[in-house]
């Protein structure tokens, strides 16, 4: 039986065929994570989607005109106000526990996440929102794209850990120039960077991501779990360690039915029928 989905306030989680959607649903405030239940929205969509057997693939995009707007700026001028109580107000310790405690679990969730998460970038990706984008593991941008690490601008830091993730994408120079200017790229550029997997025009946008999608819901459940753990072992393993995972995780894999009819299948020239067993 599959697992429901889970209830959330600001943003909208649906299963297809294998894959969640989960879409940002505040575009009266361009999807910001502070300031609104997004944060709490992306946790429970991935704990659910890392408990739920019947996903295989996760899909996050934004609705409206932004994918994310990042930090609330609005909530950062007023974080002094009376009764301010966001995630910008307090004393030194009383901000880095807020961060610790809020926007900085993303990056340990999204990190953490089973299954392939592709971002599906419908417009302005900014700040923590840009953040978000690069913890997923593909991008694709509408041609409305705009990607900026702009956190400089307003005299503070990624203090998301989009610092950690950006360099690994498309190494410390290129980084370094986004970061240390907090300049706006468009959709084209960050292509030829390698922000973007691929750059379609708004309206391919979803059927794009979904096709990128399918392919990946179409294989084996289990490998594509297992691949997924390897591919992050790999950034963090001696060579000698992570083949002995490599070991194990195979052996895993061959003794599943999935395996056998994924042969089976090939041999003869049919698509494969998997029960993720």
Request: proline share 4%; charged share 25%.
């Amino acid at each position: 039986m599959s697992k429901p989905t889970p209830q959330l306030l600001d943003a909208t989680l649906q299963l297809e065929n294998r894959i969640a959607l989960l879409t940002l649903n505040r575009d009266d405030v361009r999807n910001a994570l502070t300031g609104t239940h997004l944060i709490d929205d992306i946790l429970k969509a991935i704990q659910w989607v890392n408990e739920s057997a019947d996903v295989s693939v996760l899909v996050i995009t934004g609705a409206g005109k932004a994918f994310s707007a990042g930090g609330n700026i609005k909530e950062m001028l007023e974080r002094d106000g009376e009764h301010c109580d966001g995630a910008f107000s307090g004393n030194v310790y009383e901000v880095q526990d807020k961060y610790r405690r809020g926007i900085q679990k993303i990056p340990l969730a999204v990190y953490n996440c089973e299954v392939p998460v592709i971002a599906a970038i419908n417009g302005a990706a900014i700040g923590a929102g840009f953040d978000l984008t690069c913890m997923c593991d593909m991008r694709i941008g509408s041609t409305e794209a705009l990607l900026g690490e702009t956190f400089v601008n307003l005299g503070i830091i990624p203090g998301d850990g989009g610092a950690w993730f950006l360099q690994r994408l498309i190494g410390y120079q290129k980084a370094a120039d986004m970061t240390f200017t907090g300049r706006l790229v468009k959709a084209d550029e960050a292509k030829t960077m390698g922000l973007l997997l691929d750059v379609v025009n708004p309206e391919e946008l979803m059927p794009s991501a979904m096709k990128l999608a399918k392919q990946i819901a179409a294989k084996p459940p289990q490998a594509t779990r297992l691949t997924k753990r390897l591919m992050k072992a790999a950034q963090r393993q001696e060579l000698a360690d992570f083949l002995d995972l490599c070991a194990v995780f195979q052996g895993m894999c061959h003794n599943t039915e999935d395996h056998l009819e994924a042969v089976s299948a090939f041999v003869e020239k049919r698509p494969g029928q998997y029960k993720g067993q």
